[in-house]
């Protein structure tokens, strides 16, 4: 695939709990920070891509779609398009497919995805029962008690039975993104765990432990996505877009044909294949988590961990700040915080700030190439997305 | 969202769903497919996903099959399963190649491993009158 285009801008504010930090607040924030980042100014933005609201206002919802961030930021008349796309935790790799073809194809120049959602405030309770609704089919699966975590257990239980994966590996994922997040200043979580730790936590549904999954956060993050030979003027720094591939596999987990991989060995072939890059050509990896089985299933199918398993890998400490294949920098939802679709903008985030060499203490030196992962609501779609400091 | 305590969800059938609910509340476990390509469909749904034929049909099924993962839901369900716990929920391969959401029940249930032989079974939900295939370890 020829780059045509290229990440050229990033903004985050802190995830956690900031009860008296509005959404708008955060979104004009980090917006404002990625278009700063780039350098450029509020009416180079020919699109405005927001992320859907889930927990925050009905009415900021729908403020995002009926433009408020170009009347906010300066971008009235000078914006083409407003209009949201929506994928879950799939969301980063999604806008980042969407916003890639519109500059791809020439409709627009510059285009600003933004993500913003208050999950902090959501009572523990309040937050099972709306993921006992959210992807799981009202008629087929929800009277028989099921929901988001015994869809990620199932996955889970049936990836350890086909690989031999250990409960205890399960916790090292959680060791990683904690080891991590003690170096983000906008995580949630910034305390190192041990696996011992991890595994005193009883069960909520097996295999699934408490740090083994993610809490809920208020959050923001913004990128900025430019045409290629745009780029390069841009910023010192652009971040090519060298591959995209994802498959949608199921609306019911139910009827998941390969629970324990889903798709991500058919996307990860794609995606090298397009980026003409192999296994030891990536230098970070930015994959999604919300449970720590899900960065296993793309380090596998990645082929990432020199023919091992990818538990025993992470578990022997690869993936840790120093390791050979750092994943997760930003300590992912499980330690920076679970923000909803936003989990999966914030790890684009990342994935640039990474290339751009513009990731504080958690700077992977010299890295040229990285892969990042997404899925959405029950782990309906799997996306693998390869960017470079290089074009091609 | 809504402060409301969620109930308990109960299946609302379809037009093209009742004859699986109708063939439940009998014991009976029966599975769709198309008359055109002979696709089984599951979960029921309106058209064939293989060919998009309306022209569906229903086949007993025997009601067995395999454990294909699972889950003990030990703590923390949503609220209208508080209390009721833990219980298993399970993905099921039938024999005949289709898969469904269920739980396993029966005294040996929390012992269930993936690759297990499983047997259909029935639970009314009470006070309604639809009754959910539920499964059973077997052997
Ligand atoms: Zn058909």
Redesign the interface.
């Known amino acids: 695939m020829k780059s045509t285009a290229a990440i050229v801008g990033t903004g985050e504010v802190p995830t956690g709990n900031y009860p008296n930090r509005t959404e708008a607040e955060a979104a004009v924030t980090a917006c404002r920070q990625a278009i700063l980042d780039a350098g450029l100014s509020p009416r180079d933005i020919e699109a405005v891509m927001p992320v859907g609201v889930v927990?925050g206002s009905r009415h900021f919802n729908t403020d995002l779609i009926f433009s408020r961030l170009c009347e906010e930021l300066g971008m009235l008349r000078s914006v083409k398009l407003n209009a949201q796309v929506m994928a879950g935790g799939a969301s980063g790799s999604a806008t980042l497919k969407v916003a890639y073809a519109l500059v791809a194809s020439g409709a627009v120049r510059n285009v600003l995805v933004v993500h913003s959602d208050k999950f902090g405030s959501t009572t523990?309770?309040?937050g099972?029962?709306?993921f006992?609704t959210l992807g799981i089919?009202?008629?087929?699966?929800?009277?028989?008690?099921?929901?988001a975590?015994?869809a990620v257990?199932?996955?889970?239980?049936?990836y350890m039975?086909e690989t031999g994966t250990t409960e205890e590996e399960l916790a090292a994922v959680a060791v990683s993104m904690r080891q991590w997040g003690a170096l983000n200043p906008n995580a949630m979580f910034r305390k190192p765990i041990t696996v011992e730790e991890v595994m005193r936590g009883?069960?909520?549904?097996?295999?699934?432990r408490p740090k083994t999954m993610s809490l809920w956060a208020d959050g923001a993050s913004a990128y900025i996505v430019a045409r290629a030979e745009d780029a390069r003027h841009i910023t010192p720094t652009p971040v090519y877009v060298r591959g995209m591939a994802s498959l949608v596999t199921h609306y019911?987990?139910?009827?998941?044909?390969n629970?324990a991989f889903l798709a991500f060995p058919e996307v990860a072939k794609e995606a090298y294949a397009q980026a003409g890059l192999g296994p030891k050509d990536i230098h970070v990896a930015e994959f999604y988590d919300a449970y720590s089985v899900m960065p296993l299933l793309a380090m596998d199918a990645m082929n990432l961990c020199d023919g091992d398993r990818a538990g025993r890998f992470i578990a022997a400490g690869h993936t840790l700040p120093g390791g050979k294949l750092p994943m997760t920098t930003t300590g992912g939802a499980i330690a920076q915080g679970h923000t909803g679709a936003g989990v999966g903008v914030s790890l684009v985030v990342e994935t640039a700030r990474q290339l751009m060499d513009k990731a504080g203490d958690r700077q992977v030196k010299d890295a040229v190439n990285a892969a990042e992962s997404g899925s959405g609501g029950t782990w309906m779609d799997s996306h693998i997305s390869i960017l470079s400091r290089e074009a091609r | 969202?809504s402060?409301q305590p969620?109930s308990?969800?109960?299946?609302?059938?379809?037009a093209w769903?009742q004859p699986y609910w109708d063939a439940a509340r009998e014991e009976r476990l029966v599975i769709q497919h198309c008359n055109q390509c002979a696709t089984k469909i599951?979960?029921p749904k309106q058209y064939c996903p293989s060919c998009l034929s309306d022209d569906l049909g229903w086949s007993e099924s025997d009601g067995q099959g395999t454990v294909?993962?699972?889950?003990?839901?030990?703590?923390?369900?949503?609220?209208?399963?508080v209390g009721?716990?833990p219980?298993v929920?399970?993905?099921i391969r039938l024999n005949s190649g289709v898969?469904?959401?269920?739980?396993i029940v029966g005294e040996r249930a929390f012992d269930v491993q993936?690759?297990d032989a499983v047997r259909v079974a029935f639970e009314p939900?009470p006070g309604t009158d639809?009754t959910?295939p539920v499964f059973t370890l077997v052997g």
Not at chain 1, 252 to 257: I, M
């Open positions: 927990m523990m309770q309040q099972i029962d709306l006992a089919s009202e008629e087929w699966e929800a009277p028989y008690g099921h929901n975590n015994t257990a199932l996955i889970t239980q049936r039975h009883d069960h909520v549904c097996t295999p699934l019911s987990v139910s009827q998941e044909a629970l | 969202m402060d969620m308990r969800p109960v299946p609302k059938p379809t769903s599951m979960n294909y993962s699972f889950s003990i839901q030990k703590r923390s369900p949503a609220s209208p399963f009721k716990g219980y929920v399970a993905v898969q469904l959401l269920s739980n993936c690759g939900i639809i959910l």
